[in-house]
């Protein structure tokens, strides 16, 4: 396990909230190595000292002072210009003592020149890694050009691309559910399924990101990789072994089967919305505001679909959006109505699709919607009604999803990263569906803050999210 990790973006956002807060749990669980290390990076004027203070301020009184302590003693700070790859190396080069694992936590246009820098310190020499936050760039033709830069440093092997859904366990639990279970697994297609549908509803807006939101959207910021992944998970077919690259390999072969958007089939195949004023949670919250950039969409309906044997027909359903009445990540997995209905009229109005859905946040719960005759009655057992065999998980021991994912890029387990032909493929049908809303100059339509997106989404989102979670 190496233990030494350059995070560079030590001032973001994602390391304040997540990165941080993940090596304290680390630490606390002693999961790190003896000699574990931080150089924490980033442009600003820090020493050690005054690092450390802002840090400890940044992670509030959540936590023990002692293990705040044992991480701030850690914690070495360097500021960086990573536009200036010689500055860089000059700087880093002292670091190159040990085999590191490099994060970058940054926006992907400094990707290329880090990248370069940190070849010049030394400190992409086998076996050192790298660690890139989403997203790889903002197309398919940015994404080769860095991944082309990443490959001049170092191969494929010593790359970790972070999807942090992947980091999540309920969303490894969808492969357990569909592998581990015959009933699941005999009807895992089209044969027995008449549509998936999956969610990332967030009530959080997009504050303080405006900038980056305005070039990349919900589309780029949350479908191409989040939202592909979960698909690619659920749609792919089970793997020889549950090994990294017999998985990958799945993954990416149900993505490049994604049939590309047309512009002829935009209008039905997708929605675009982008939040005004409205209420959430109780409270009254601004609008997105998108400084001009009119054509940048915070909630997106798409369907795609898959053209292989397996999937043929069957709608996958995808929908996420910025500011929704309630955060809610799930899987909803329809079933075909029975072949042969030998109940009388009454029920079959009654009758419900076999269903079974997957909440994944907040908190994890699955249902299996069957229908049944509930009433005592003896004369009863015709009266058919909906009902719900319903199983509460308990809350996942590592909380953030960048724990499990920091432990295994220290220990250089790439399962749960994302293998550069598994972007291409995702970028790839992004592009068509981009290139498919130019064409056909699909509007953003406005929607409420607190609403599940503007009237045109309708169609997009299953009758169980608005009903179910429509409450708070
Ligand atoms: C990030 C996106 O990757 O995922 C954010 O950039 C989004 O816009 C976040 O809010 C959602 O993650 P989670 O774990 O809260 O569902």
Redesign the pocket.
Known sequence: MHDSLLLFGATGDLAQRYLFPSLLHLLRDRLLPDEFRVIAIARSEHDDASFRDWLRERLGDDYDTSLVDELLRRIQYVPVDLGDADAMAASLSRFADRPAVSYLSTPPNLFASACRGLKAAGLLEAPSRLVLE?PIGHDLASAQEIDATLKSALDESRIFRID?YLGKAPVQNLLALRLGNTLLEATWERRWIESVDII?A?T?GVDGREGYYADYGALR??VQN?MLQLLALIAMEPPAAMDTDSIRDEKRKVLRALRPMTAADAAADSVRGRYGPGVVDGQAVQGFKHGGHEDVETFVGLRAWIDNWRWAGVPFRLVTGKRMPSRT?EVVVTFKPVTHWLFGPGERKRARANQLRVRL?PEETIELGLMGSLAASEWAANELQPMSLDLAMLPPKRRI?YERLMIDALKGDQTLFVRDDEVEAAWRWIDSVSAAWREAGTPVRDYPAGSWGPAEAQPFLPRTLTTHNGRK
């Open positions: 989403k942090h990332v967030e959080a910021d949350m989040h990540t946040q999803a």
